[in-house]
């Protein structure tokens, strides 16, 4: 990497020097400068060229402390290596220079100001090459500068979790600081580093699914078909290859297990078809009483909201498999009919408290914030520039237009997490 320093001011402060150097009686007639000069050299160090008369003892001083001291060749220049080093907080650097012969001469001096590059593009994270599914992954944290002691801020993004972060010290000769991730899922796994007040380097690499295809599932009631299919191919329309099984059961929902019982089928789906990505859009046909703690809870208080996100969380369990897959879960959009909305508020606040105690796992979509802005339900919404009819004459169900923004927001999240990422 080239140092980019570059030579800002060159003042000659003394320019005569006597000929007791032993030059000739012409050259004892003609001033001698001293001048300093910066060179390029290796990453993390300034090194400065003196030019001035052979023999000459120079001192190189910063702030009037001594750096170094070197002698002027008999090719009248001398090089003074790794002078001082690259600083963050400070990147203009003023050295003076004072040169005195061995001969009873008057003193000579020259002053020279280096800017340092910046530490924007101090640090480096290298990523594996390739990742295999429940192996560690070695990640390398590398001072490009080779001076070590930094500290930094590393942290460890897997696709579709948070992010965990621990202050670390970079270390010294280039040598790598490495970062140990278990790679447990498909996706984008990063590693980013960063110096307090710089933006961090970031290192990634891709967990493909086995056989080249993501597993997508896709759960729920009447709400979600169509919508299964749109996802599918959008996700391969993007350079995201998949395999979809899909489940849509109409009418049903987890508080009227006596219809249809989701939790049973949710364990089964998860065992048979393995999903890396579940998608989930159910809770329209919710409001029916629950056991909680031995009794009846009727919706919509706290203890059905509790007795909702328990079995939510069951069926999310049965889909994340142990941490091996992600969901994505739609919330309810705001219906027209008043008393729907009370119901769909409780599922909704069961679902976060489900979502909330698997971060990272589970992800909400929260469809109603661009379809139902504001809390208030809309039969039309602007979106993307254009008026879109979104909602179905029954003001529940999405229309077909409804449901493509309904996977553009679901696409927009699994990128940003890493977990849909197209081939290349």
């Known amino acids: 990497m080239p140092m980019q320093l570059r030579r800002l001011v060159v003042v000659p402060l003394a ?16 001033p001698v400068a001293l001048r300093l000069e910066a060179l390029d050299g290796p990453p993390g160090h300034v090194r400065l060229k003196v030019v001035g008369p052979p023999g000459a003892v120079v001192t190189i001083s910063r702030d009037g402390t001594a750096r170094v001291t070197v002698t002027v060749g008999a090719s009248g220049t001398a090089v003074a290596d790794r002078v001082d080093e ?21 003193r000579i001096a020259a002053e020279l100001t280096v800017r340092t590059p910046s530490c924007a593009q101090r640090i480096s994270v290298r990523a594996p090459k390739r990742l295999r599914r429940g192996a560690v992954a070695s990640f390398q944290v590398i001072d490009r500068w080779g001076l070590g002691g930094a500290r930094l801020r590393v942290c460890t993004l897997p696709p579709g979790t948070a992010r965990s972060c621990a202050d670390r010290v970079a270390l010294a000769d280039r040598r790598p600081l490495t ?26 690499a891709v967990l493909r699914p086995s056989g080249g295809r993501v597993r997508l599932l896709t759960v729920g009631d009447s709400q979600v078909q169509i919508l299964d299919t749109f996802i ?64 009846t809870a009727a919706c919509c208080g706290l ?23 992600v969901v994505y879960w739609f919330l309810e959009p705001v219906p027209r009919d008043a008393q ?45 520039g254009r008026v879109v009819t979104v909602r179905q004459s029954d003001g529940v169900h999405l229309t077909p237009a409804g449901d493509r923004v309904a996977v553009t927001l679901l696409l927009r999240q699994m990128t940003k997490d890493g977990v849909a990422v197209p081939r290349r």
């Open 15 to 30: 320019l005569t020097l006597a000929a007791a150097l032993g030059a000739g009686s012409a050259a004892a007639q003609s």
């Open 303 to 325: 203890s059905w909201v509790k007795a909702y996100a328990a079995r939510a969380g069951r069926m999310m369990d049965s889909f994340t498999r142990g941490g091996r897959g």
């Open 340 to 384: 729907f909305a009370r119901y769909f508020r409780a599922v909704n606040a069961g679902l976060r408290r489900a979502a909330a105690a698997r971060p990272g796992l589970v992800r909400l979509i929260d469809l109603g914030a661009v379809v139902a802005p504001g809390g208030a339900y809309r039969d039309q919404i602007t979106f993307e």
């Open 232 to 295: 599918s191919e959008s996700l391969r329309s993007s350079g995201v290859p998949n395999r979809l099984t899909s489940d849509a059961r109409i009418s049903t929902g987890l508080s009227n297990s006596f219809f249809f019982d989701w939790l049973p089928r949710a364990q089964q789906l998860g065992a048979q078809a393995k999903p890396d990505v579940s998608v989930v859009f159910l809770g329209a046909n919710d409001g029916f009483n629950l056991p909680w703690n031995g009794r």
């Open 86 to 106: 690259w600083r963050c907080d400070r990147r203009d650097l003023t050295y003076a220079a004072s040169a005195s012969a061995p001969a009873a001469t008057p």
């Open 179 to 204: 970062v140990r991730v278990r790679v447990r899922r498909q996706g984008r796994w990063t590693v980013t580093a960063g110096l307090r007040g710089y933006g961090p380097a970031e290192g990634a």
